[in-house]
């Protein structure tokens, strides 16, 4: 027979390739197949050699290998088992004990639920299932057991007051029933209490509300603080039969040169030291000294640092109330004619003379022999200089018989061009140059790179531009190549500015690609049997795989393959293949076919497969336990025939008490170990113990003293009162008592163990618990006391938003310095005038407005106010025998023209006036003047002659004569 491309003999047995679970039989050259029928089947086979017919001597379940009757626990459910028989897998549920309880509990990790336990411990008491009770360390936590466990939660306080009294001890919630805490201080409800000496408050339910006393405004700017009040009072000093208020400077009524000071309610005089000099100016009635910031100077008042001329060679100044001079000297002139120039001391001279004409001192005239030359007459002598041209680089040529050149515009190269004007160099069109005041300066103009391969420069042109050609809408660079638009067989190019087109040269070849749009073909590729390949690429013949071909230039070159011999036993081509290749295994000196199964010589833990040529080994699939027994160590699998539990090993399905765990019976089934734990009754002591090796607890109480006590109790001594004891476990242990301490004990007695920590002791005065008080050296800390020590507490002032601050007496917190007046409100130190009287000053002084009379300046001669509204005489100016005078007139009084006076800031001084000495016989006394005058007189041929007289001349006696005086006004 021929079957699959082998021959077999008559009657032989055929393995088929395709199908190796099939037995086929070669009959009379015929060939007859069925399936392979197997021996046994199961549901969770083992792995096998053998690919048709399942391996049922052990079970592969969920991934795990176990072997044949092997019992395990399910993966899936901890409560159930299962059994591994002839290859199939069944599993069944786990019995559980029965409960002898109500309440049962499904505890994590457990198949089987138990009993719940009926009590809790809560802070070392025992406590039922379901009861809830307070913890005495936190009064605000309730707790509650349910099946043996706990569970807490915070009770929640509405507290409906503002000033609640803090909860007691033992408590939760503050108290607003009995009280209110303010300040750090407890106050029964209902009562009235006061604060500080202005502020009154009353506690009511837990809700503190407080009054303030408002205090009137004081008069006076100096007011003090009486203990005990809340309102200041004011402060006074009487001097003199007046009042002055405290901090006020005066001078004294009878004697103005004590200046006095009001501290308190005494006053302090100190004598006024009064400055030295020569022309000080009078002194104003009612005060101590003369005037020395200003001078007095033969009837003028010079002020201070001014300098003055009583003439023309004379120089003085005023410093601090004297007078200082310096007198001019002249030097002689060497000129005939001099005169006096006004304003000045000495003579100078008065021309020049130049060219036949004369000149003033001081004339400046041009040069009659050079243009570029100016004069000046300078006292008798002519001085001539150069006169300064202006320099530039680029002028404007001046004409002929001028002087400068004209800087106000440039000229380069013969052309002129306007100031600050803007131009290109007629020379060089790369420089930008501009004109500014005669000079010319350029600058070289930088040019754009250009990124074209050509370039030229058009004629008058600086920068360069690019050469390029426009061939339809595009643009192309001197070189460039492009195709023709009008004939797409025609190739063009620019040539500088111009384009030339030809026909394009076409290549041949022999498989170009058929889709070509381009006037040539397309040697770039090759096509084969439909296929394109690219340039220099090889590849195998489309249809036919043993050819291999190559693609150059649009020719394709094919060559036949060679396949090598094959000295394998079984051997296929691979679709798509050209040559055929062994299909079988070799694994050490065996060989497999395709789809075997074997297990390794060499590692006989692994089983391996045949895949085509490739072998893949794999770690044996062994059942899983979780307490396997000891195991050989050549064994690939563990022993799940037997259980290991802390170094012990226990048979399979044996029954064993845990060696760690006395309360655990165990079980061992197929190296699987489950335990039950055994149930104890319950005991009615507190606390109990378990005996070493037991499972159950037995209640722990201690004997004292004929008494029975449970672990945990507290008792007194039998032997000290100061002992106390307590049971622990079964034995008694008795220690001192611990004595609670305290900062501030109260005074307690003699015969007790401990501190009196029920009250505080602070600064000799006993608290009572839970007190709050004011300390007694710092009004800003409240303290508490609280179980015998004293907690103190700064108090937080609030931050204000006024100027100026102050702390009341006894008070912690500053108040606002603040005046309110007529319903404005003023800082300290503010000023302002009186609401319905402007003559009044008044000011803001602490919290107080203080309003005096607006201080008027003191003069001897005031102008009388005028107006009703006018607040004081003025002393701006003098009233003077019923005439007024302005500050600083010097006049002649009215009563007596002997007596000149001065009017200087509202004093009027008054001196008498020397009369000089007269030479001649018979003076004459005007009676509006005060001091005699000799009378006119004529001086004619050495004689002096009186007015009105007439005589006859010596010299001429033929001619008389008479003395008459003539006055004029001088210019």
Not at 150 to 176: A, F, K, R, Y
Not at 358 to 365: I, K, Q
Not at 447 to 475: F, H, I, K, M, N
Not at 508 to 521: D, F, V
């Amino acid at each position: 027979c021929d079957y699959e491309g082998r021959r077999f003999n008559h009657g032989e047995v055929i393995i088929p390739r395709s199908d190796v679970c099939a037995r086929c039989t070669c009959l009379s050259a015929v060939v007859t197949c069925s399936a392979l029928i197997c021996p046994q089947t199961c549901d969770h086979p083992a792995p096998s050699r053998n690919p048709c017919c399942p391996n049922c001597t052990a079970c592969l379940y969920k991934s795990v290998l176990y072997n044949n009757t092997a019992v395990f626990e399910n993966p899936d459910s901890e409560c159930s088992e299962c059994t591994c028989l002839n290859g199939t897998v069944t599993c069944t549920q786990r019995p559980c004990p029965q409960l002898a309880c109500d309440d049962v509990l499904h505890l994590d990790g457990s198949c089987c639920p138990v009993c719940a336990p009926n009590k809790c411990e809560i802070e070392g008491r025992s406590v039922d299932h379901r009861m809830t009770v307070q913890l005495l360390s936190d009064p605000c936590s309730q707790c509650t057991c349910n099946n043996g466990r706990v569970t807490c939660q915070d009770e929640v306080c509405l507290v409906p007051c503002s000033h609640p009294l803090p909860p007691t001890m033992g408590q939760c919630c503050s108290n607003c029933r009995d009280g209110c805490l303010y300040q750090g201080r407890n106050y029964t409800s209902d009562l009235d209490f006061r604060v500080n000496d202005c502020m009154t408050c009353r506690c009511e339910a837990g809700n503190v509300t407080c009054n303030t006393e408002t205090c009137p405004v004081v008069s006076c700017r100096t007011s003090r603080k009486v203990d005990g009040k809340c309102c200041p009072v004011c402060q006074y000093c009487s001097f003199e039969g007046r009042q002055y208020e405290d901090g006020e400077v005066f001078l004294s009524r009878s004697d103005p040169c004590n200046n006095c000071t009001c501290s308190a309610t005494s006053v302090s005089c100190s004598r006024i030291r009064c400055p030295n000099c020569t022309h000080p100016t009078p002194k104003p009635r009612g005060t101590c000294c003369s005037d020395c910031k200003n001078c007095l100077e033969r009837g003028r008042i010079i002020p201070n640092g001014r300098n003055f001329r009583p003439n023309a060679c004379t120089r003085c100044s005023c410093r601090d109330g004297s007078v200082h001079c310096n007198v001019q000297t002249c030097p002689p002139v060497t000129c005939n004619k001099t005169k006096i120039v006004r304003s000045q001391c000495c003579p100078v001279c008065q021309v020049c003379h130049y060219r036949g004409q004369a000149y003033d001192d001081g004339d400046r005239f041009p040069s009659a022999d050079n243009p570029c030359n100016t004069c000046e007459c300078r006292g008798t002598e002519i001085v001539c200089h150069h006169i300064d041209c202006p320099v530039c680089t680029h002028p404007v040529v001046a004409p002929t018989g001028q002087c400068c050149n004209n800087c106000s515009a440039c000229e380069l190269e013969g052309i002129v061009y306007r100031d600050y004007s803007e131009f290109v160099s007629p020379s060089d069109p790369c420089l930008d140059c501009n004109c500014m005041n005669g000079n010319v300066s350029c600058i070289k103009r930088v040019c754009a790179d250009l990124s074209c391969r050509v370039t030229s420069v058009p004629p008058g042109e600086c920068c360069p531009v690019c050469q390029v050609c426009r061939y339809g809408d595009r643009v192309y660079e001197d070189g460039d190549t492009f195709p023709s638009i009008t004939n797409r067989c025609h190739v063009c190019d620019c040539r500088v500015t111009d384009v030339h087109c030809q026909h394009v040269d076409c290549p041949s070849c022999t498989h170009p690609a058929s889709l070509s749009t381009s006037c040539c073909a397309n040697c770039s590729v090759c096509e084969l049997e439909g296929v394109a390949y690219g340039d220099s690429t090889e590849f195998v013949h489309p249809s036919d795989a043993c050819l291999n071909c190559g693609c150059l230039g649009g020719n394709v070159s094919c060559s036949r393959q060679q396949c090598p011999d094959v000295s394998c036993r079984i051997s296929a081509v691979p679709p798509g293949g050209c040559c055929p290749v062994c299909q079988e295994c070799h694994y050490g000196d065996d060989v497999y076919e395709d789809g075997d199964l074997f297990f390794p010589a060499d590692n006989p833990c692994h089983v391996c497969s045949c895949s085509v040529t490739e072998v893949h080994c794999n770690p044996v699939d062994c059942p899983f336990c979780t307490h396997p027994g000891p195991s050989s160590p050549a064994s690939c699998c563990r022993n799940c025939s037997a259980c290991e539990v802390d170094g012990i090993s226990y048979k399979d399905q044996s029954e064993f008490v845990h060696s760690t765990d006395p309360c655990l019976s165990c079980t061992c089934r197929s190296g699987n170990v489950s335990c039950l734990r055994q149930t104890c009754t319950s005991l009615s002591c507190r606390v109990s113990s378990i005996p070493d090796g037991a499972c159950c607890p037995v209640c722990q109480v201690c004997r004292y003293g004929g008494n029975t006590y449970e672990d945990g109790d507290r008792f007194a001594s039998v032997n000290d009162p100061c002992e106390v004891c307590d049971c622990r476990i079964d034995k008694v242990h008795c220690e001192h008592i611990a004595c609670r301490t305290c900062t501030h004990p109260a005074p307690s007695a003699s015969n007790s163990c401990c501190q009196n920590c029920s009250a505080c002791e602070f600064n000799g005065q006993v608290f009572a618990n839970s007190t709050t008080f004011s300390h007694h050296s710092d009004p800003c800390l409240t303290c508490t006391c609280l179980s015998g020590t004293v907690s103190c507490v700064r108090e937080v002032c609030p931050s204000l938003s006024c100027k100026k601050t102050a702390v009341p007496i006894s008070e912690c917190c500053p108040v606002c310095q603040v005046c309110t007046y007529n319903g404005v409100q003023y800082d300290d130190g503010d000023t302002f005038l009186h609401a319905s009287n402007s003559c009044l000053s008044c000011s803001c002084e602490g919290r107080s407005v203080v309003c005096s009379p607006l201080p008027c300046a003191v003069c001897s001669n005031p102008v009388p106010k005028k107006r009703n509204r006018d607040c004081c005489d003025e002393c701006n100016r003098c009233r003077y025998e019923q005439r007024n005078y302005l500050n600083g007139t010097v006049f002649t009084a009215r009563n007596d023209p002997c007596e000149r006076c001065l009017c200087l800031h509202g004093n009027v001084t008054c001196e008498t006036i020397q009369c000089p000495v007269l030479s001649c016989e018979r003076p004459v006394t005007n009676p509006n003047r005060c001091c005699p005058e000799c009378p006119p007189v004529c001086e004619y041929e050495g004689d002096v002659y009186e007015q009105d007289s007439r005589w006859i001349s010596k010299t001429k006696p033929c001619v008389q004569c008479r003395c008459r005086v003539v006055c004029s006004k001088l210019y």
